[in-house]
């Protein structure tokens, strides 16, 4: 490999998640260059942002690039810079089967693409429409040789859903910084003075978007339900994600005693610091979740975690050893799962102690960065160049 180009589908300076997956990528990238970060070039569609500060203040190495664009400067611009830099290889965020700029890449001389996907590609389709996909894919020379996923889960909507050759695909779950998200540290009740949560209480906790997708819906009515069920006021819902009034058509959705035991906590930096005070974590999705890393982020803070039984979502435990599933949208099964931690406490604590075993051996920066560059390096070992089929990787 001569140089790879990190090629994001989003503009610069995005945040959220894509912030750490851009230094995973970063670092990925610089291993395979052993080091030397002038073969190293991020491409964005825009960076009226900024560049991304989880990238090295003194990295230089940026094309604008929009994959959907044919224009003749935009073409003419991007295959000069890849040819100017000797640019081999790609490594795709989110990177469909085919775009048009994909011919101006190949035709400057990429001879590896790989795309890494966040999310789902294709609803599961009929065998008769999937035939169809499968033989359409296998037309197009000048897309991905191959895809990386977060989850098994997600991986099946490309094969099953999109097309692609199952050979084509490999499974990288989302890493974590260990010692930022850890359980250890003694804050004195941090978390409840934060937000005048009475000290008695303890949390389940929620961080993400505020999309109908994301279920806060089901959380919602497992408070109501738990507020109905249990004599003790000693649980709290705390709810963090939140921007502006986004959050008010779901408080509305609570009993008036149900509304004492919920709080929004809007949009925070210092998670890791009040995840490590929380009783146990909620993530309580009813579409797609691929393996979000805020599940990564609980389980390393030495929180048990309870997910919704999805494609994708349902990897990030092991059910009954380090959380519990529970059915999609099920609202009175969370309740039941929370009254069963609240019940026993030293349930919560083996929970959450393997929970953080297993983030720590398995879900490390430093082991999803160490399975990226395997794979890659699998990959550009068998690249055979322009429209070339790549297999033997799973």
């Not at 070039?41 to 960076?47: I, L, S």
């Not at 993530?283 to 990564?296: K, M, N, Y």
């Not at 609202?331 to 953080?356: E, H, T, W």
């Amino acid at each position: 490999m001569k140089s790879i180009l990190i090629l994001l589908h989003c503009g610069s300076n995005t945040g959220y998640a894509i912030g750490p997956l851009e230094r995973a990528f970063y670092e990925m990238a610089l291993e395979l260059c052993n080091g030397d970060e002038t073969r190293v070039h991020f491409g964005y569609p825009t960076m009226g942002a900024g560049p991304s500060p989880t990238l090295p203040a003194q990295f230089s190495q940026y094309l604008i690039v929009d994959t959907q664009s044919n224009a003749p400067l935009d073409v003419e611009r991007v295959d000069q810079y890849i040819r100017t830099h000797h640019i081999d290889t790609v490594f795709g965020f989110d990177q469909p089967v085919d775009r048009p700029m994909y011919r101006v890449l190949r035709r400057a001389g990429v001879t590896c693409f790989v795309s890494y996907w966040g999310a789902p590609m294709s609803s599961i389709k009929p065998l008769a429409v999937l035939v169809l996909k499968r033989m359409r894919v296998a037309l197009l020379r000048q897309g991905p040789d191959h895809y990386i996923f977060e989850s098994r889960g997600m991986a099946d909507t490309a094969v099953f859903g999109r097309g692609i050759a199952a050979r084509k695909t490999s499974v990288v779950p989302l890493g974590v910084d260990t010692e930022h998200f850890s359980p250890s540290g003694a804050d004195d009740g941090y978390l409840h003075k934060a937000f005048g949560i009475p000290a008695d209480r303890r949390v389940f906790f929620y961080s993400g978007h505020m999309e109908t997708r994301k279920g806060v819906a089901t959380i919602m009515q497992a408070a109501n339900l738990l507020s109905a069920a249990r004599k003790n006021s000693d649980w709290h819902f705390l709810l963090l994600g939140n921007k502006g009034t986004e959050h008010l058509p779901y408080q509305q959705m609570l009993t008036d005693a149900a509304a004492q035991q919920v709080t929004f906590g809007g949009y925070r930096h210092d998670i890791n610091l009040l995840q490590r005070e929380a009783y146990a974590a909620v993530i309580a999705t009813t579409g797609w979740d691929s393996g979000p890393l805020s599940a990564v982020e609980c389980q390393a803070s030495g929180l048990p975690l309870l997910v919704s039984d999805l494609p994708g979502l349902n990897e990030s435990i092991q059910s009954g050893v380090t959380g519990f599933h529970f059915p999609v949208a099920d609202a009175q099964a969370l309740a039941d799962v929370m009254g069963k931690l609240l019940d026993d406490p030293s349930l919560r604590k083996r929970l959450g102690a393997a929970a953080r075993q297993r983030i720590v051996q398995n879900y490390s920066l430093a082991v999803q960065r160490r399975q990226l560059v395997a794979v890659m390096r699998r990959v550009l070992g068998q690249s055979v160049g322009f429209g070339g089929q790549i297999s033997g990787v799973v």
